[in-house]
């Protein structure tokens, strides 16, 4: 398993070092990696997210499958566009949603796998 803090920065932690450029980059890297957990932290927007996993959709589809109504889906698009998760493309009047890249893909798949997923176990849910 790789470490997740380098012994550099732990020697420079452990010593008192008042700034690291290691750990000013590990802390914007989690300042990221926040972001992007806040943006799954919503009920709906996970759901539309791993409905997305499978392929593009537009917002009719979306409302139809997770009965909802537009402006709830489309508030939580729009939410997960502004985060960039999400990405859209319009064909005439349909405007079309799909995972914004493979990093999105993977994190759903992983969500999926743990609580979803046949090998699922009680311990991962609620």
Known sequence: ???IVS???E???RDGAEFSPELDQLMRKARKASDFLKALSHENRLLLLCLLAERERTVTELEGLLSLRQPMVSQQLARLRLDQLVTTRRDGKAMYYSLANDDVRRVIAV?????CGTGATETAKP
């Open 111 to 115: 969500i999926y796998d743990i609580f």
């Open 11 to 13: 020697t420079e932690l």
């Open 1 to 3: 398993m790789t470490a």
């Open 7 to 9: 012994k550099a920065l």
